[in-house]
């Protein structure tokens, strides 16, 4: 009986996902200054800070925002491999999760292209309110799919009774991380009343975790 076809990118591309890789550390930290700023900024405004201070604040978040999505160029083809990947899981369940997540992601990341290319004004989209809403949607389902499928791999691996610490942390920071960041994309849709604020701590605290998650230990 033949072996089933395994899905995946050519080497080529594999090696080019590996490259880009390389600026997770910076990408991690760029959002930590996005998302910290919007903080004090939201404080400042709530409270009658000076003007000044705050559009300066601001604009330097909105640069560092701008930034972020230079360095994610491409990125929409590591969720590309993310969802071909998917293709060759057995559990049905975690597949269709799996293809959801990657699918979902893969089209939150192509919008964010085209939101860049838009901003620095390489091109003209017509209707940019409709593309932020595909943007923060994609977004929004992502991480939705993504929390639940940490919690649905942590429910199979606990209910076989094998310990594995390590695992069993990851998918936990998984549905930790995938949850609070939700509040984000919910706040830019309005179908919560979240404030800036608020927004700030649940971006500073995924940062954090990122930052934690990437950052290089000690051989």
Do not use: C
Not at 52 to 65: C, E, F
Not at 81 to 100: H, I, R, W
Not at 168 to 180: A, D, M, Y
Not at 184 to 207: H, Q, Y
């Amino acid at each position: 009986m033949s072996e089933p076809t395994a899905y995946s990118l050519p080497p080529e591309a594999l090696r080019f996902l590996d490259w880009l890789k390389k600026t997770d550390g910076r990408d991690k930290l760029y959002r930590l200054v996005a998302y910290g700023s919007k903080i004090p900024i939201h404080y400042l405004k709530t409270h009658g800070g000076d003007k000044d201070t705050i559009q300066r604040l601001s604009k330097g978040a909105s640069a560092v925002g701008l930034s972020r999505k230079l360095m994610r160029m491409f990125r929409s083809v590591q969720f590309l491999q993310d969802f071909l990947s998917a293709l060759n899981v057995k559990d049905p369940v975690e597949k269709a999760l799996g293809l959801f997540k990657s699918y979902s992601l893969f089209i939150w990341m192509v919008v964010d292209h085209m939101q860049w290319f838009h901003k620095v004004g390489y091109i003209k989209l017509a209707d940019e309110k409709k593309w932020s809403t595909i943007h923060s949607k994609a977004w929004f389902f992502g991480l939705l799919s993504g929390a639940i499928l940490s919690a649905y791999k942590l429910k199979s691996l606990l209910e076989k009774g094998k310990k594995d610490p390590a695992k069993e942390f990851k998918l936990k920071q998984g549905i930790v991380k995938n949850s609070v960041d939700l509040i984000v994309p919910t706040a830019r849709l309005g179908w919560m009343d979240i404030s800036d604020g608020t927004v700030g701590l649940a971006g500073t605290i995924t940062s954090l975790i990122g930052i934690y998650d990437t950052y290089p230990t000690k051989k």
